[in-house]
Protein backbone atom coordinates (compact mmCIF):
# COMPACT_ATOMS: atom_id res chain seq x y z
CA UNK A 1 0.00 0.00 0.00
CA UNK A 2 1.04 3.47 -0.74
CA UNK A 3 -0.74 5.68 1.20
CA UNK A 4 1.05 8.55 2.70
CA UNK A 5 2.64 9.15 6.64
CA UNK A 6 1.04 11.01 8.58
CA UNK A 7 3.61 13.30 8.38
CA UNK A 8 3.56 13.91 4.80
CA UNK A 9 -0.26 13.87 5.20
CA UNK A 10 0.11 16.78 7.64
CA UNK A 11 2.90 18.77 6.26
CA UNK A 12 0.62 19.05 2.60
CA UNK A 13 -2.53 20.04 4.81
CA UNK A 14 -0.06 22.99 6.72
CA UNK A 15 0.87 23.99 3.36
CA UNK A 16 -2.97 25.26 2.28
CA UNK A 17 -4.93 27.95 3.16
CA UNK A 18 -8.10 27.16 5.20
CA UNK A 19 -10.25 25.05 2.70
CA UNK A 20 -14.05 26.01 2.21
CA UNK A 21 -15.92 25.58 -1.07
CA UNK A 22 -19.07 23.29 -1.89
CA UNK A 23 -20.05 20.61 -3.71
CA UNK A 24 -20.80 21.77 -6.90
CA UNK A 25 -22.82 20.83 -9.96
CA UNK A 26 -24.11 23.62 -12.25
CA UNK A 27 -27.84 24.94 -12.30
CA UNK A 28 -28.75 23.41 -15.70
CA UNK A 29 -27.85 20.01 -14.48
CA UNK A 30 -29.45 17.43 -13.28
CA UNK A 31 -26.40 14.70 -12.74
CA UNK A 32 -22.68 14.55 -13.65
CA UNK A 33 -23.24 12.98 -16.87
CA UNK A 34 -25.67 16.44 -18.03
CA UNK A 35 -22.83 18.38 -16.74
CA UNK A 36 -19.85 16.67 -18.55
CA UNK A 37 -21.37 15.25 -22.18
CA UNK A 38 -21.03 17.45 -25.12
CA UNK A 39 -24.66 18.14 -25.76
CA UNK A 40 -25.18 19.43 -22.30
CA UNK A 41 -21.59 21.11 -21.45
CA UNK A 42 -22.11 24.87 -20.83
CA UNK A 43 -18.84 26.91 -20.45
CA UNK A 44 -20.97 29.94 -20.06
CA UNK A 45 -22.90 28.78 -16.85
CA UNK A 46 -19.58 27.12 -15.53
CA UNK A 47 -17.76 30.27 -15.77
CA UNK A 48 -20.66 32.36 -14.07
CA UNK A 49 -21.93 30.02 -11.41
CA UNK A 50 -17.43 29.02 -10.58
CA UNK A 51 -17.45 32.77 -10.37
CA UNK A 52 -19.80 33.05 -7.99
CA UNK A 53 -18.31 30.49 -5.89
CA UNK A 54 -14.91 32.65 -5.93
CA UNK A 55 -17.13 35.96 -4.85
CA UNK A 56 -18.63 33.92 -1.67
CA UNK A 57 -14.18 33.69 -1.17
CA UNK A 58 -14.43 29.47 -1.60
CA UNK A 59 -10.97 28.26 -2.58
CA UNK A 60 -12.31 24.42 -3.47
CA UNK A 61 -15.41 22.98 -4.88
CA UNK A 62 -15.92 18.98 -4.79
CA UNK A 63 -17.36 17.71 -8.06
CA UNK A 64 -18.10 14.45 -9.61
CA UNK A 65 -16.89 12.44 -12.24
CA UNK A 66 -18.98 9.72 -14.15
CA UNK A 67 -17.37 6.15 -15.10
CA UNK A 68 -19.17 6.46 -18.37
CA UNK A 69 -17.94 9.65 -19.19
CA UNK A 70 -14.57 8.76 -20.41
CA UNK A 71 -16.22 6.70 -23.52
CA UNK A 72 -17.62 10.02 -24.64
CA UNK A 73 -15.37 11.74 -27.39
CA UNK A 74 -13.80 15.21 -26.11
CA UNK A 75 -14.46 14.14 -22.66
CA UNK A 76 -10.94 15.16 -21.16
CA UNK A 77 -11.22 18.74 -23.17
CA UNK A 78 -14.08 19.33 -21.46
CA UNK A 79 -12.20 18.56 -18.49
CA UNK A 80 -9.87 20.91 -19.41
CA UNK A 81 -12.11 23.70 -20.04
CA UNK A 82 -13.21 23.00 -16.53
CA UNK A 83 -10.25 22.66 -14.39
CA UNK A 84 -8.60 25.72 -16.37
CA UNK A 85 -11.98 27.93 -15.01
CA UNK A 86 -11.40 26.97 -11.88
CA UNK A 87 -7.45 27.52 -11.78
CA UNK A 88 -8.69 31.53 -13.34
CA UNK A 89 -10.67 31.60 -10.20
CA UNK A 90 -7.98 30.50 -7.72
CA UNK A 91 -10.07 27.52 -7.09
CA UNK A 92 -8.77 24.05 -6.63
CA UNK A 93 -11.40 21.08 -6.78
CA UNK A 94 -11.70 17.95 -5.14
CA UNK A 95 -12.59 15.28 -8.05
CA UNK A 96 -15.22 12.41 -7.14
CA UNK A 97 -14.85 9.23 -9.05
CA UNK A 98 -17.37 6.80 -7.77
CA UNK A 99 -20.78 7.09 -5.83
CA UNK A 100 -23.07 4.72 -4.75
CA UNK A 101 -25.86 7.20 -4.04
CA UNK A 102 -29.43 7.71 -5.33
CA UNK A 103 -30.52 5.76 -8.50
CA UNK A 104 -28.58 3.10 -10.48
CA UNK A 105 -28.72 1.67 -14.37
CA UNK A 106 -26.94 5.07 -15.63
CA UNK A 107 -27.17 5.99 -19.11
CA UNK A 108 -24.95 8.18 -21.69
CA UNK A 109 -27.12 10.38 -23.82
CA UNK A 110 -30.20 12.66 -22.92
CA UNK A 111 -31.13 12.13 -19.46
CA UNK A 112 -34.98 12.29 -18.45
CA UNK A 113 -35.85 15.71 -16.86
CA UNK A 114 -35.93 16.44 -13.22
CA UNK A 115 -39.03 15.25 -11.10
CA UNK A 116 -40.51 18.27 -9.61
CA UNK A 117 -39.73 19.45 -6.24
CA UNK A 118 -37.41 16.14 -5.62
CA UNK A 119 -34.20 16.26 -4.30
CA UNK A 120 -31.34 14.93 -6.50
CA UNK A 121 -34.48 13.22 -8.43
CA UNK A 122 -31.88 12.26 -11.54
CA UNK A 123 -28.58 11.71 -9.86
CA UNK A 124 -27.06 8.14 -11.20
CA UNK A 125 -24.70 6.04 -9.15
CA UNK A 126 -21.41 5.47 -10.13
CA UNK A 127 -20.89 2.84 -11.77
CA UNK A 128 -24.32 1.64 -9.94
CA UNK A 129 -25.41 -0.86 -7.60
CA UNK A 130 -26.17 -3.68 -10.25
CA UNK A 131 -23.18 -3.75 -10.98
CA UNK A 132 -21.30 -3.52 -7.81
CA UNK A 133 -23.05 -6.93 -6.97
CA UNK A 134 -21.93 -8.80 -10.15
CA UNK A 135 -18.34 -7.16 -8.72
CA UNK A 136 -18.96 -8.37 -5.72
CA UNK A 137 -20.38 -11.67 -6.65
CA UNK A 138 -17.48 -12.96 -8.96
CA UNK A 139 -19.51 -12.21 -12.21
CA UNK A 140 -18.30 -8.77 -12.97
CA UNK A 141 -15.08 -9.37 -14.40
CA UNK A 142 -15.14 -7.19 -17.83
CA UNK A 143 -16.83 -4.47 -15.84
CA UNK A 144 -13.96 -4.05 -13.10
CA UNK A 145 -11.75 -4.46 -16.01
CA UNK A 146 -13.51 -1.19 -17.53
CA UNK A 147 -13.71 0.83 -14.30
CA UNK A 148 -10.11 -0.29 -13.53
CA UNK A 149 -9.50 1.29 -17.43
CA UNK A 150 -11.68 4.72 -16.12
CA UNK A 151 -9.61 5.15 -12.79
CA UNK A 152 -6.03 4.45 -14.16
CA UNK A 153 -6.94 6.90 -17.55
CA UNK A 154 -7.98 9.56 -14.76
CA UNK A 155 -5.46 9.32 -12.34
CA UNK A 156 -2.59 8.95 -14.85
CA UNK A 157 -3.29 11.58 -17.05
CA UNK A 158 -3.85 14.03 -13.77
CA UNK A 159 -1.43 12.60 -10.89
CA UNK A 160 0.78 15.73 -11.16
CA UNK A 161 -1.85 18.34 -12.25
CA UNK A 162 -1.53 21.23 -9.40
CA UNK A 163 -5.14 22.36 -11.09
CA UNK A 164 -6.63 19.29 -8.67
CA UNK A 165 -6.41 19.36 -5.15
CA UNK A 166 -7.42 16.17 -4.22
CA UNK A 167 -9.21 12.58 -5.04
CA UNK A 168 -12.40 10.81 -3.41
CA UNK A 169 -12.26 7.93 -4.89
CA UNK A 170 -15.91 6.61 -3.63
CA UNK A 171 -18.58 8.70 -2.51
CA UNK A 172 -20.45 7.14 0.41
CA UNK A 173 -19.74 3.29 -0.59
CA UNK A 174 -22.82 1.17 0.89
CA UNK A 175 -25.57 3.85 0.81
CA UNK A 176 -29.29 3.12 -0.84
CA UNK A 177 -29.33 -0.06 0.23
CA UNK A 178 -26.36 -1.52 -1.17
CA UNK A 179 -24.41 -2.32 1.82
CA UNK A 180 -21.28 -3.84 2.61
CA UNK A 181 -21.83 -5.02 -0.88
CA UNK A 182 -19.90 -2.18 -2.00
CA UNK A 183 -16.36 -3.87 -0.29
CA UNK A 184 -14.67 -5.80 -3.41
CA UNK A 185 -15.11 -2.57 -5.56
CA UNK A 186 -13.97 0.01 -2.83
CA UNK A 187 -10.24 -2.35 -2.02
CA UNK A 188 -10.23 -2.58 -6.37
CA UNK A 189 -10.11 1.01 -6.38
CA UNK A 190 -8.07 2.03 -3.16
CA UNK A 191 -5.36 -0.59 -5.11
CA UNK A 192 -6.05 0.80 -8.73
CA UNK A 193 -5.74 4.52 -6.92
CA UNK A 194 -2.31 3.33 -5.03
CA UNK A 195 -0.79 1.83 -8.14
CA UNK A 196 -0.40 4.91 -9.43
CA UNK A 197 0.16 7.13 -6.17
CA UNK A 198 -0.89 10.18 -7.87
CA UNK A 199 1.20 12.82 -6.22
CA UNK A 200 -2.09 14.63 -4.54
CA UNK A 201 -3.95 12.80 -1.63
CA UNK A 202 -6.59 10.15 -1.79
CA UNK A 203 -9.45 10.06 0.13
CA UNK A 204 -12.72 8.04 0.54
CA UNK A 205 -15.07 9.09 3.85
CA UNK A 206 -15.25 7.48 7.18
CA UNK A 207 -18.38 8.96 8.25
CA UNK A 208 -20.61 8.88 4.83
CA UNK A 209 -19.95 5.24 4.14
CA UNK A 210 -22.11 3.09 5.54
CA UNK A 211 -20.91 -0.52 6.84
CA UNK A 212 -17.98 -0.89 9.57
CA UNK A 213 -15.96 -2.45 6.95
CA UNK A 214 -16.06 0.38 4.31
CA UNK A 215 -15.30 2.44 7.44
CA UNK A 216 -12.38 0.65 8.09
CA UNK A 217 -11.22 0.16 4.53
CA UNK A 218 -11.55 4.09 4.19
CA UNK A 219 -9.65 4.93 7.51
CA UNK A 220 -6.74 2.44 6.51
CA UNK A 221 -5.95 3.90 3.13
CA UNK A 222 -6.67 7.26 3.39
CA UNK A 223 -4.08 9.61 3.30
CA UNK A 224 -6.47 12.47 4.07
CA UNK A 225 -9.33 11.63 6.43
CA UNK A 226 -12.79 13.01 5.52
CA UNK A 227 -16.15 12.57 6.76
CA UNK A 228 -19.91 14.06 5.90
CA UNK A 229 -22.02 15.28 8.50
CA UNK A 230 -25.24 16.91 8.28
CA UNK A 231 -26.72 15.96 12.38
CA UNK A 232 -26.01 19.28 14.09
CA UNK A 233 -25.30 17.45 17.91
CA UNK A 234 -23.33 14.81 15.93
CA UNK A 235 -20.52 17.34 14.41
CA UNK A 236 -17.89 17.61 17.36
CA UNK A 237 -18.40 14.09 18.56
CA UNK A 238 -16.73 13.20 14.75
CA UNK A 239 -14.24 15.59 14.41
CA UNK A 240 -12.45 14.37 17.54
CA UNK A 241 -12.90 11.31 16.50
CA UNK A 242 -10.86 11.87 13.44
CA UNK A 243 -8.69 14.22 14.96
CA UNK A 244 -7.03 11.78 17.43
CA UNK A 245 -6.02 10.18 14.36
CA UNK A 246 -3.47 12.63 13.40
CA UNK A 247 -4.22 13.20 10.07
CA UNK A 248 -5.61 16.34 8.13
CA UNK A 249 -9.76 15.72 8.37
CA UNK A 250 -11.42 17.82 5.89
CA UNK A 251 -15.83 17.71 5.87
CA UNK A 252 -16.46 17.01 2.30
CA UNK A 253 -20.39 17.26 2.88
CA UNK A 254 -22.32 19.59 5.48
CA UNK A 255 -25.03 22.01 6.03
CA UNK A 256 -28.57 21.11 5.95
CA UNK A 257 -30.48 23.94 7.28
CA UNK A 258 -33.50 21.62 9.11
CA UNK A 259 -31.01 19.54 10.65
CA UNK A 260 -29.07 22.50 12.58
CA UNK A 261 -25.93 22.44 10.75
CA UNK A 262 -26.24 26.08 9.13
CA UNK A 263 -22.99 28.13 8.08
CA UNK A 264 -23.87 30.20 11.32
CA UNK A 265 -23.42 27.21 13.75
CA UNK A 266 -20.57 24.89 11.76
CA UNK A 267 -18.46 27.55 10.64
CA UNK A 268 -16.88 28.49 13.95
CA UNK A 269 -16.34 24.64 14.70
CA UNK A 270 -14.81 23.65 11.81
CA UNK A 271 -12.50 26.65 12.03
CA UNK A 272 -11.56 25.63 16.11
CA UNK A 273 -10.17 22.29 14.99
CA UNK A 274 -8.92 23.46 11.85
CA UNK A 275 -11.23 21.40 9.40
CA UNK A 276 -11.82 21.89 5.95
CA UNK A 277 -15.21 22.57 5.34
CA UNK A 278 -17.57 21.59 1.99
CA UNK A 279 -21.29 22.48 1.85
CA UNK A 280 -23.72 20.88 -0.11
CA UNK A 281 -24.46 23.05 -3.41
CA UNK A 282 -23.81 26.56 -4.35
CA UNK A 283 -26.85 27.41 -6.99
CA UNK A 284 -30.11 25.66 -6.90
CA UNK A 285 -31.45 24.51 -10.56
CA UNK A 286 -32.48 21.03 -11.69
CA UNK A 287 -30.71 18.52 -8.97
CA UNK A 288 -32.95 20.68 -6.64
CA UNK A 289 -31.09 19.68 -3.58
CA UNK A 290 -32.49 22.85 -1.93
CA UNK A 291 -36.00 20.60 -1.53
CA UNK A 292 -35.54 17.84 1.85
CA UNK A 293 -34.21 14.43 1.96
CA UNK A 294 -37.63 13.35 2.51
CA UNK A 295 -38.94 14.22 -0.70
CA UNK A 296 -37.28 11.46 -2.25
CA UNK A 297 -40.14 8.97 -0.84
CA UNK A 298 -42.61 10.96 -3.01
CA UNK A 299 -40.48 10.34 -5.65
CA UNK A 300 -42.60 7.22 -7.30
CA UNK A 301 -46.09 9.06 -6.84
CA UNK A 302 -44.77 11.93 -8.81
CA UNK A 303 -43.29 9.80 -11.94
CA UNK A 304 -46.40 8.34 -12.34
CA UNK A 305 -48.40 11.60 -12.48
CA UNK A 306 -45.77 12.78 -15.20
CA UNK A 307 -44.64 15.43 -12.50
CA UNK A 308 -41.56 16.48 -14.49
CA UNK A 309 -39.83 20.18 -14.45
CA UNK A 310 -39.53 21.34 -17.95
CA UNK A 311 -37.28 24.01 -19.56
CA UNK A 312 -40.06 26.65 -19.52
CA UNK A 313 -40.90 26.23 -15.86
CA UNK A 314 -40.08 27.97 -13.09
CA UNK A 315 -38.17 26.07 -10.35
CA UNK A 316 -40.07 25.34 -7.56
CA UNK A 317 -38.68 26.69 -4.00
CA UNK A 318 -39.42 25.16 -0.65
CA UNK A 319 -39.94 27.57 2.09
CA UNK A 320 -36.98 26.54 3.82
CA UNK A 321 -33.52 25.62 1.46
CA UNK A 322 -32.33 22.25 2.53
CA UNK A 323 -28.89 22.92 0.69
CA UNK A 324 -27.83 25.52 -1.78
CA UNK A 325 -27.15 29.27 -1.17
CA UNK A 326 -27.81 31.02 -4.40
CA UNK A 327 -30.71 31.15 -7.02
CA UNK A 328 -29.90 30.81 -11.09
CA UNK A 329 -29.51 34.82 -11.12
CA UNK A 330 -27.17 35.07 -8.31
CA UNK A 331 -29.50 36.05 -5.51
CA UNK A 332 -29.12 34.53 -2.41
CA UNK A 333 -31.65 32.49 -0.68
CA UNK A 334 -30.51 34.11 2.91
CA UNK A 335 -28.62 37.24 2.33
CA UNK A 336 -27.33 37.06 5.46
CA UNK A 337 -26.12 33.68 5.15
CA UNK A 338 -24.18 35.00 1.86
CA UNK A 339 -22.90 38.35 4.20
CA UNK A 340 -21.33 35.94 6.65
CA UNK A 341 -19.70 33.52 4.37
CA UNK A 342 -18.14 36.63 2.71
CA UNK A 343 -16.87 38.00 6.36
CA UNK A 344 -15.92 34.58 7.24
CA UNK A 345 -13.66 34.08 4.26
CA UNK A 346 -12.40 37.52 4.33
CA UNK A 347 -10.39 36.62 7.76
CA UNK A 348 -8.91 33.67 6.36
Not at 9 to 15: G, H, L, R, T
Not at 289 to 299: A, G, S, V
Amino acid sequence: MNRWSSEAANAWYEELPFLIGCNFLPSNASNQLEMFQSDTFDEAALRREIGWARELGFNTLRVYLHDLLVEEEGFFGRFETFLDICRENHITPIIVLFDDCHYGYPKRGPQKPPIRGIHNSRWKQSPGHHIVRQIHQGSGEKELARLENYVVSILERYKADDRILMWDIYNEPGQFGIGEDSQTLLRAVWAWAHEVRPRQPLTSCVHGAIGSVHHDINKENSDVLTFHMYEAEQLEESIEELVALNRPVICTEYMARGHGTTFQFSLPIFKKHNIGCINWGLVAGKSQTHFDWHTIMERSERVQAEDFLLAEDALPEPDLWHHDILRADGSAFDENEVALLKEFTSTL
